[in-house]
C-alpha cells in the first residue's frame, strides 16, 4: 500500500458507500419509507442523488410526483429504520484498509451528506470511530455535496489546509465536492 503520509497532509474520507457499505442497506429503509408516502425511488436515481441530504431528496420527490409530505419527519423515519437495520453493516474492505494504515501517520476526517449523529453510530458499530478526529455531517454545512463545504470543514476541523488533503468517494457528486475544495480524490470504484 502507497504511504499517502508522503505526499499529503491529511486524508477526508465520504462515509457511505465509500468507509461503510451502507448503501444497500440505506436503500432498503429508503424503499420501505417511501412506499408509506406513496413516493417511487428507484435504484438508479437513489444511487444519482448519492451525498444529498434525505430531506432534500424527499421534497425534491415530492414535488416531482405531486405529494405533500413533511420532508424532515419523512427523513427522521428513514433515519431510524435504516438504524434499525445497520447491524448488518460492513465496512468496504479495501478503503478501511488504507484508513487503518495511515491512521496513526496523519490526521484523518469524516466528510459525509448523512446526520452527523448517524455518521458516528456507523463508525462506532464498525468499531473505527476513534481513527477520525472530525466527523462533518449534512447539518454541520450550510451547502450540501457537490458543494466543498463539507470536504473545507473537515479539512479545517483537523487543521490541514484542504489542497494537502487526499479525498476518497464513491459517487459524482462527492468527487466532484472533494475536487472543488480544492482535493486530489480518488473514486473508490478503482480500488476494488
Not at 140 to 156: F, I, Q
Not at 175 to 182: D, F, M, P, Q, R
Request: with cysteine.
Amino acid at each position: 500500500m502507497e504511504n499517502l503520509h508522503h505526499d499529503f497532509d491529511g486524508l477526508i474520507f465520504d462515509m457511505d458507500g465509500t468507509l461503510a457499505d451502507t448503501m444497500p442497506t440505506h436503500f432498503i429503509a429508503w424503499s420501505q419509507s417511501m412506499a408509506e408516502h406513496g413516493l417511487e425511488l428507484t435504484e438508479e436515481r437513489f444511487y444519482a442523488l448519492g451525498g444529498v441530504p434525505a430531506n432534500k431528496i424527499i421534497a425534491l420527490l415530492a414535488k416531482e410526483q405531486g405529494k405533500v409530505v413533511d420532508a424532515d419527519a419523512v427523513a427522521e423515519a428513514k433515519e431510524d429504520l435504516f438504524l434499525e437495520l445497520l447491524k448488518d453493516v460492513q465496512p468496504v474492505l479495501p478503503v478501511k484498509a488504507i484508513a487503518e494504515f495511515h491512521r496513526e501517520h496523519m490526521p484523518m476526517a469524516i466528510a459525509t451528506g448523512s446526520p452527523k449523529w448517524v455518521a458516528e453510530k456507523i463508525l462506532k458499530a464498525l468499531g473505527i470511530r476513534d481513527w477520525f478526529g472530525a466527523v462533518v455531517g449534512a447539518e454541520c454545512v450550510e451547502n450540501s455535496k457537490p458543494a466543498p463545504d463539507v470536504y473545507l470543514k473537515a479539512a479545517e476541523l483537523i487543521g490541514v489546509d484542504p489542497k494537502r488533503c487526499h479525498a476518497f468517494e464513491d459517487t459524482q457528486l462527492g468527487v466532484e465536492a472533494a475536487k472543488n475544495a480544492g482535493m486530489l480524490v480518488v473514486d473508490i470504484h478503482t480500488l476494488r
